[in-house]
């Protein structure tokens, strides 16, 4: 169960991230935290998240407009770096509440209320009409790496700015997608390397001792697979559907960890 559960969202999701923006880790680790302690799924997804989007880069890399990358990437990947020490330091917070239900108990953190209220303000961009064509003057793009790579850092969720501030940027279709995966590995490389000076590291010798190592691995090859699909429907698929799929789940993942309940 837990291998079926994994690839499929693994595969799923990382079709749709290529599109939407929104982070293969938003979705996946709640899929791990499912069969192991929240610390190992962190851990596992982060490892997945990575080296997804070194293949995707692969994929679609070349298309990236490189002074566009290096006026983005540069000031997302400083600022990426202190979002991740914030997520650092209200991770070690105490529980805010703990309850029971049904004889379960469950605890509301900081983190997770940060992170909920973060996921729930990025999905309402994908739902609300008003939002879908939010775009900032190509001079913005600076300030477009600042704030995406300091909620990068903070809450995995980068793609929603990082579009708004990359459409009107004079790219091509390919070229936008292209551009934006290379920005997502810079970004990721940032906020990991502080997440291993701060949380990270503590958890990673853990995987592999109750099987994690192998659902690492199919995850990381089926998020490779959905990534291939996803650039063979580049042309057949609408953005619209894709928001209203994403952003609906976000919206029901961001009540779930606000409760508790993951």
């Given at each position: 169960?837990?291998?079926?559960?994994?690839?499929?969202?693994?595969?799923?999701?990382?079709?749709?991230?290529?599109?939407?923006?929104?982070?293969?880790?938003?979705?996946?680790?709640?899929?791990?935290?499912?069969?192991?302690?929240?610390?190992?799924?962190?851990?596992?997804?982060?490892?997945?998240?990575?080296?997804?989007?070194?293949?995707?880069?692969?994929?679609?890399?070349?298309?990236?407009?490189?002074?566009?990358?290096?006026?983005?990437?540069?000031?997302?990947?400083?600022?990426?770096?202190?979002?991740?020490?914030?997520?650092?330091?209200?991770?070690?917070?105490?529980?805010?509440?703990?309850?029971?239900?049904?004889?379960?108990?469950?605890?509301?953190?900081?983190?997770?209320?940060?992170?909920?209220?973060?996921?729930?303000a990025f999905s309402l961009l994908d739902l609300i009409p008003r939002f879908q064509d939010l775009a900032f003057d190509k001079n913005y793009i600076p300030?477009?790496?600042?704030?995406?790579?300091?909620?990068?850092?903070?809450?995995?969720?980068?793609?929603?700015?990082?579009?708004?501030?990359?459409?009107?940027?004079?790219?091509?279709?390919?070229?936008?997608?292209?551009?934006?995966?290379?920005?997502?590995?810079?970004?990721?490389?940032?906020?990991?390397?502080?997440?291993?000076?701060?949380?990270?590291?503590?958890?990673?010798?853990?995987?592999?001792?109750?099987?994690?190592?192998?659902?690492?691995?199919?995850?990381?090859?089926?998020?490779?697979?959905g990534s291939f699909i996803g650039v063979r429907l580049l042309k057949k698929i609408?953005?619209?559907?894709?928001?209203?799929?994403?952003?609906?789940?976000?919206?029901?993942?961001?009540?779930?960890?606000?409760?508790?309940?993951?």
């Open positions: 169960m837990e291998y079926v559960v994994i690839c499929s969202v693994a595969v799923v999701v990382s079709a749709l991230t290529l599109f939407s923006g929104f982070g293969l880790g938003t979705l996946l680790m709640p899929a791990f935290a499912l069969f192991f302690p929240i610390s190992v799924a962190v851990a596992a997804t982060a490892v997945v998240h990575l080296v997804n989007n070194l293949f995707k880069v692969a994929l679609v890399g070349k298309h990236a407009d490189t002074k566009v990358v290096l006026k983005f990437a540069i000031p997302a990947a400083v600022f990426a770096a202190l979002g991740a020490f914030l997520l650092g330091y209200i991770s070690e917070m105490a529980p805010l509440v703990r309850y029971s239900v049904a004889g379960r108990d469950f605890e509301i953190t900081a983190v997770k209320v940060v992170i909920a209220a973060l996921i729930a300030l477009g790496g600042v704030l995406s790579g300091f909620f990068g850092g903070l809450s995995g969720l980068q793609g929603a700015l990082r579009s708004a501030f990359l459409i009107r940027a004079g790219l091509d279709k390919d070229q936008f997608i292209g551009t934006g995966v290379v920005a997502a590995v810079i970004v990721d490389v940032s906020r990991l390397a502080i997440y291993g000076i701060t949380f990270f590291s503590k958890h990673f010798t853990s995987l592999g001792e109750h099987g994690e190592s192998g659902l690492i691995a199919a995850g990381i090859l089926c998020a490779w697979l609408t953005i619209k559907t894709l928001q209203v799929i994403v952003g609906s789940m976000l919206l029901v993942l961001a009540v779930a960890l606000g409760i508790g309940a993951i």
